[in-house]
């Protein structure tokens, strides 16, 4: 990556009249970026630095046309969550040789990106399994939903549910069909619904489940969106609390539902610190620090759960932090 | 006399650089017939369509009951008591006829539609004009010539009391335009003023109680009762007498070109056609309007194969189960309908010309653009098609400029078997007799002419022989010695001593 | 009504297999929650149906879902604004863009697809501008306003009708009734088919076109509103992301055509039905959903295509049976 | 010529504000990569000009462009077939595609709108089944295949041509030449205009209404293998989604009258071109990007409107001249 440190040599004896720019790049439009965005926007602020959120919201090659593009503008570090990390290797190392390139969210381990900030989805998933296992200690039946399938994150954060539940060793890398049926340890998982981010199709996903299942145990909504949706469809069919809901990420719907005891709880990410930590270690790796990289180059921040007894200090943390960035 | 009902003076128009209309007058009278002739683009249709509120005049005024008035909308010319028909059908072909006849004057109660009262008056109107046909059937189902009936039927639901005509009768048979031409004399003796026009000069001569001439935009002159002849209109109509109108000559008949053997066409299974057609023959097909004249040429072109039976072109048996194969046998088929069959109306007068012809001089698959240009260069003058230019879009000129065009397009071909279907439809009286010399000049040259025509006139005066159609059937053939206008009649209204004459 | 047995056909044929194959399907629940569901749609549906009538096309609808979905929970809960205010605003809101739409067409006779395909464009980014993209919803409130949703009529034991249903009713009613009964809606078959023809009669073509672009963002206006009612929440990215698909789709399934001149309030609910019926078919039979739109694309076309050769048949043996007749007599 | 001037003009408009408003622009980098993207969208609108031009419509294209895009690297990375078999199944695949909904429009009559929705549909949901929803990419390997839409050909110094830049213009010349040379570019625009004179002038309509879906189709197989080898990898789920939508606004900006008969390849490159510079722009010139829609919605209706007034402006002059020129003569 010589181009990028040849510049960067250049304007920072200079005195810095020419400020860094840096751009963190999602994998799509969602309320969970918002809060990243508050995250980067914080950090830009706290370190006197400019930095800006892009979302493609048309996939792999919106994505790879934002970066293009970002280079043509001279970008001095980007951090990128891969849609699809096998197959982008290229356009990282590409962008790599013009600018200081993270990833964060999803990784790209083959590629030349200085650093990988996030948490394991699988071990995520594994967590919000753990949940649906205290909330029916005695078993019963499961159904997943969730936005799609196709993105890596979403694999594996399924896949931990289901590994959990079936008491499974840990492994990321297996992959149980959508349509199989799968029983293990008191836990029957009947399917994984998804709906493209159609909220209506969402809402219809949950509610033909329910027609379809009538004794359905327990639900489990994976992106964000999912759980407010299925919590409509419960209460529209008056099963409210008789059919258990796991949450993943923390929509607002989610948080009121965990204290009025509808939802059981919820896995949370830390979206805000993926964009916080992302903006500054890049801003150091600009500055000429590299010390923020570690050896195994991956920055952890761990999921949490959240239930009832946390939940109302968990929503106080999210409301400051993004209170705080506009 | 009494003061006019309508009158137009000193009207100029223009589009894009053609100046239809110079300054045109005109008084319309309560209780006459006032008959516009002149040739093809004289600007007729576009001076009505001004006193009708379908166009605005670039200047001159309007005159109604004495009053200027400025005629901006159809709507306020019905509110002023003038409705037009137009030249060409303006129907909606997805709604029934009572719709239609009815259409943008609706009778209603708060914008409810009286579906009653459409339904009743449709019939009544639908009776005067002699139309049989429910007011629940789709327009889309009718024919040509039922649907100008159903235009005629709209207009005289009006009550205007200035009913203008513009070529009324072109897709009528004789039958059906002598109903009309009584219910004209009926609504000129209550008083209404009507505008006629036609290319049936005969039909005006009957008719009108004055004639206005149309030339080139301008009033050429004005003809009264006694002095309307079909001399003195053609003279001010082209500047010149005209000789000898039909140009026809009795050929030496050659070889059969056309055998037609056990023909079902699919609008009429139940009916079985036969003929011949000789090498430089020209045969009139008549018939009253629905008789199948139109299905039998689609048939023979292809365009709606025959369910059943055999044609045999020069002796050769031909499959007709597309244009394209009619055509690779030598037939050509000048339909109609030219707005909807015919032409491409925002196309140029070259590409028209050209298209039927394009497959026969490419190179490769590549157009051949010298030839093309030939064609034109040769067709133009030929046929005296009056156009801007080569490249001017066909929709900007006059009926009888356009139907040469199509005449031409298939004349290009050289055909040995040419159908023309009504081929003088909206005529002039100089393209009419153009038209007839191309006729002849092909039957000279040992092609076999068969043409459909409404105009009795017309067949009788180009026929070496004729074939009478009575309900999908033929009902008689004629030579030209019989032929009468009575003996045309008899057979197209089917006596059946000849119905079994005939072979099934 | 004959033009619509096919696609009926079709529609009895895809519930009975789904009944025979799933025991929920005949549930109340799921009938509740089909009917809702369809009559959503059925609205978006009538409104293209109009502009579709006049020989149109709506590409905007899905973008004016999402507007209207993410401005009213926007007005009420982050502006703060008074119900009847909000409503009035999202209505003036969409009846306006079907002005802009139908004067851009008829004053400046810019062609229909491209005015509706930058109103799909615009007005989601106009949602997604105001939103900054975040998802705005009624969380726990407005639970009244919602019932006009979410909301249950008893009508037989056991068995209650959603809410949606009555406003469906409603609007095809009126719809119905209009197109059939008024001489507006004459005017605007006739101008569908054939404008000039309409034109010369003295219809005022322009201001009808004009009126059914209303009708359609309205309509998609009202529909948005009930969407974001029922589901409670609206992305701007991607809420009623290909809405104008399905609904210009159900009511060409009606009997719609595209050149205009033609259709049915009757189909095009038939329409908008069977395309929800088939979704849930889908949810309900399978234990995957991730062909679900292979199996409607399918189901749509084998029904078209099969409708198509029935009547094949029927006029062969129609003209069949003349033939012999006449050669028999 | 004169048709595409307006829309030239507006092209070059937004180029010159951009490169005001942004120093990148005109950087080699940047020229490059809009050419790219140009020229694979071009490909696109080319394809479905032809259908248009017929007076159809196909919206099934951006579902091959998926269908296409994920069985070429499904067929050469996971089931290992030798290359030019691969290619060899794609090239039919499109072209058997674009045969099918050829006949059963001419055939069956089934409206073009409704065969190539259900396309859409199907299409999409064939590749999401065969790859099980999984992405597909070549990884690291096909290096050289994938010069054929990543490579570039020094040009001038410092300036490289994009490849896919060769495949446009070989598809272009072809196109235009075929559509304005030949006689079945002629019988195409002649059918459009009219389908029913085309038949009665023995053009052989329902074998060139064939041929223009087959075009299209295949184009759209084309421009499936260019974008995948330009992206490197394909989800079955948004690949290639809404490109229909972008070539059919491009072909109809580019002068293409969805009613039929009229249309110039030079404009539809035109029109592509524009769209994909306008999405530069916003990246280039914005720091937000989520308007990015609502932006080139507005350009376009601004442009077509602007056009619009323009020619009246220039027509009521012409007018007025002709007035002035006959009353002085
Ligand atoms: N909309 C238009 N645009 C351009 N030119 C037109 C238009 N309408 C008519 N014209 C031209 O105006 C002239 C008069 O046409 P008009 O239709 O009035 O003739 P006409 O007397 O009715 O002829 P015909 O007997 O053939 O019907 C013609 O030269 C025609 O080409
Ligand atoms: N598609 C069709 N299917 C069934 N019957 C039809 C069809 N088209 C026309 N007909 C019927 O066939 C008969 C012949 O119509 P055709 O148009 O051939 O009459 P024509 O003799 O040419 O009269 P015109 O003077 O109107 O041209 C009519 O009775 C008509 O109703
Ligand atoms: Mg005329
Ligand atoms: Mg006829």
Redesign the pocket.
Known sequence: NKPASTEGGTSSPSGGEKSKKIAFVTNGVASFWTIAAAGVKAAARDLKIDAQTLMPAEGISDQKRMVEDLLTRGIDGIALSPIDPANQTELINMAAKKAKVITHDSDAPKSERLLYIGMDNYKAGRMCGELVREAMPAGGTVMIFIGRLEQDNAKRRRQGVIDALLGRPEDSSRFDETSAVLEGKGFKILGTLTDQFDRAKGKANAEDALAKYPDLGCMVGLFAYNPPLILEALSQSNKLGKVKLVAFDEDDATLDGIEKGSVFGTVVQDPYMYGYKSVEVLSGLLSGKPEAVGADKFLDIPARKILKENVVAFRTELKTRLGAAQ | MASPLLEARQISKS??G?R??KGVSLSVYPGEVLAVV????????????ILAGVQRPDSGELVVDGAVRTIGSVQEALRFGIALIH?ELNLAETLDVGANIFLGREPHRCGWVDAVRIETEARIVLERVGLSVEPGALVGDLTIGQQQLVEIAKALSVNARVLIM??PTSSLSDHEAKVLLRLIRELRSKGTGIVY?S?RLGEVQGLADRVEV?RD?DNAGRLLREEISHGAMVQLMVGRALAQFYPHEPHETGEVVLDVVGLRTRANPGKVVDFQLRAGEIVGLAGLVGAGRSELLDALFGVVPALQGTVRVSGELVELRSPRMAMDAGIALVPEDRKHQGLFLEMGVRENLSIASLHREQTGGFLNRAKERALCEEMMPALRI???GVEQPV????????QKVVIGKWLATRPGVFLLDEPTR???IGAKQEIYRLMEELAANGAAVLFVSSDLEEILGMSDRVLVLHEGRLSGELLRKDLSEEAVMRLATAAHTEVAASSI | MKKNLGIFGLLVVVCVVTALLSDSFLSAYNVENVLRRSALFGILSIGVGFVIITGGIDLSLGSVVCLVGCALPWLLTVQHWPLPLALLAVAAVSLGIGLFHGLLITKLRIQPFIVTLCGLLLYRGVARGFTADQTVGFGTEFKTLRLLSTGKVPFLPGFDLPAPLFFLALVAILAALFLNRTIFGRYLLALGRNPQAATYSGIPTQRMTVLAYVISSGLAGLGGVLFVLDVNSAQPVDFGNFYELYAIAAAVLGGCSLRGGEGSIVGILIGATLMQVLRNTITLVTTRNNVEFAIIGAVILVGVVADELARRVAARRRAARVLLSSSAG
């Open positions: 589009f894009a053609v239809a209309l002149g040739e093809n683009g004289a600007g007729k249709s576009t001076l009505m369509k030249q513009d070529e026009i290319h149309l935009g009056k156009a801007a929709q900007f000129l006059s009926g009888g400029n356009q909206g005529v002039d």
